[in-house]
């Protein structure tokens, strides 16, 4: 492990990694920190870091946020029908039209 990293979240293949909303929902659905969390106590960490002691030790820790082997189809990604259509930051930025019309209610 890089000196620099504190944290490491494991995920299955179906979750997209560039996706900050599917590592959420992996660690919400497929995680219980009393099996799946993994702690390194006193590693080597940058001397920059203020929570690390003097010679720059650190804990760091792991996330097993994948499905168990067993229950691989009870755990999958949901879809919700339309959600690639609609780009809520548009719909919900004050600046458009969307959301002064769905504001008023018209």
Do not use: C
Request: proline letters at 3%; charged letters at 30%; hydrophobic letters at 35%.
């Amino acid at each position: 492990m890089h000196y620099d990293i504190k944290l490491v979240t494991v995920v299955d293949e179906d979750i997209d990694i560039d996706s900050p909303d599917q590592i959420e929902w992996a660690v919400a659905t497929r995680f219980q920190a009393d099996r799946d969390l993994v702690v390194m106590n006193r590693a080597l960490g940058s001397k920059l870091d203020p929570s690390g002691d003097s010679r720059g030790l650190s804990s760091k820790m792991g996330l097993d946020a994948t499905a168990y082997l067993g229950d691989k189809d009870h755990f999958y990604v949901s879809k919700t029908l339309g959600e690639n259509i609609v780009d809520l930051r548009k719909v919900l930025n004050p600046d458009t039209h969307l959301f002064k019309k769905m504001y008023k209610g018209t």
